[in-house]
């Protein structure tokens, strides 16, 4: 199956930071989701995205199917912004299985 | 909000019992999955349900089995229950089948004792 490998695991940033997060993937894919899980365990939708970029406020993210990566960026970084990104995937099979696979996730904590 | 809605938020019980878990997606979705996420396995995929139809199989164990009803709610049952089960499990739903933004539910956190 596809692998999904997310880095950095950790990061720690003063409030007003930037950050980029990536992910890379081992085979084509046609759903790339982009999430964060609050310290309440909620796993909130950040992006649909399995090619091009899209932007949402202060977060941004760009997938290059081609070169199997995306990339997450937060700007201005605020303490709300802890927590732990997920990047999902799941990729082209004729059985038609759709479910995700997730990366091991980076675990971001912004510090006031 | 998702609109994805799971009950109960939580649920303590012993081994060897059996649990039924309760999903219901977003008007209008058809597809269901479910995921297991545990400190060891990290998030997984179990099964997937398309317009009360298995339609895909991941990490499940023959223990669990799940099922999606006429009104498109599913569940998910999990039975001999171990120490090892203990996770939180969620559902997601999606439009229909294939490439589609899944939506997660806030997930059933399952403590086996």
Known sequence: GIQVEQSPP???????????????FSD??????????????QLINLFYIPSGTKQNGR???????????????????Q?????????????????????????????????? | DSGVTQTPKHLITATGQRVTLRCSPRSGDLSVYWYQQSLDQGLQFLIQYYNGEERAKGNILERFSAQQFPDLHSELNLSSLELGDSALYFCASSASGGAYEQYFGPGTRLTVT
């Open chain 1, 10 to 24: 950790d990061l720690i940033l003063q409030e007003g930071a930037n950050s980029t997060l990536r992910c890379n």
């Open chain 1, 28 to 41: 084509s894919v046609n759903n790339l989701q982009w999430f964060h899980q609050n310290p309440w365990g």
């Open chain 1, 59 to 77: 977060l941004s993210a760009t997938t290059v199917a081609t070169e199997r990566y995306s990339l997450l960026y937060i700007s201005s970084s």
């Open chain 1, 79 to 112: 303490t709300t912004d802890s927590g732990v990104y997920f990047c999902a995937v799941a990729g082209y099979s004729g059985g038609g299985a759709d479910g995700l696979t997730f990366g091991k996730g980076t675990h971001l904590i912004i510090q006031p």
